[in-house]
């Protein structure tokens, strides 16, 4: 029931935060975006290890009731309200869940999954934890896999280049020069 999803994650090669997001109305598709500056400080802004559920509340007259806990120590964090508010107004969401992304102990990035009807609870936090232990070696292969491609095809590429300029190269500048 979420109408928004998105993964935050730092590229390993450039170091730069890439963000891949899926809506419900665009389907299953995922579209890489940029984010604006103050967008990415704000939903970068959690302590690095915080998995959270934030919820407006019925009454809008107190703050959005947040559960924040340490995914790696397994502690309570707190937030302030005026972090939650700024999270849940700018994902347009009245319930939003999010989780560190981890591969070992390091941090690579954060995923927020944000909805206007549906409220989370802590098992969807365990839930998404889990699912986002499994799929980062998964993705994490498939990351090296098309770096090697990419490497083997430009090696390929290079080789050609190379072939092409002693063979073919040479013979037409011979050529020439004995039309010259």
């Known amino acids: ?3 928004l999803c998105f993964l935050i994650m730092k590229e390993d090669d450039t170091g730069e935060m890439k963000v891949r997001l899926a809506t419900s109305a665009r389907g299953p598709d995922v579209e890489n975006v940029v984010l604006p500056p103050t967008l990415h400080q704000r939903l970068t802004a959690l302590p690095e290890n915080a998995a959270a559920i934030i919820h407006k509340r019925r009454d809008n007259t107190r703050p959005p009731g ?4 340490d995914v790696q120590k397994d502690v309570p964090l707190e937030l302030s309200a005026e972090e939650c508010d700024a999270i849940l107004a700018t994902l347009d ?6 989780v560190p992304v981890i591969q ?3 941090v690579l990035g954060r995923v927020y999954v944000a909805s206007r009807r549906r409220g989370y609870h802590l098992s969807d936090l365990d839930l998404l934890t889990q699912v986002f ?5 998964i993705i994490e292969n498939i990351r090296l896999l098309d770096r090697l491609a990419s490497e083997a095809a430009d090696r390929e590429r290079r080789r050609i280049a190379h072939d092409i300029h002693d063979s073919v190269i040479q013979s037409y500048v011979g050529i020439q020069l004995g039309l010259a």
Do not use: W, Y
Not at 66 to 69: D, E
Not at 93 to 98: F, I, M
Not at 133 to 137: S, Y
């Open 93 to 98: 969401a009245s319930t939003v869940a999010t």
């Open 1 to 3: 029931d979420a109408h």
């Open 66 to 69: 947040v559960t924040v806990r």
């Open 104 to 106: 070992h102990t390091r």
């Open 133 to 137: 232990t499994q799929m980062i070696p």
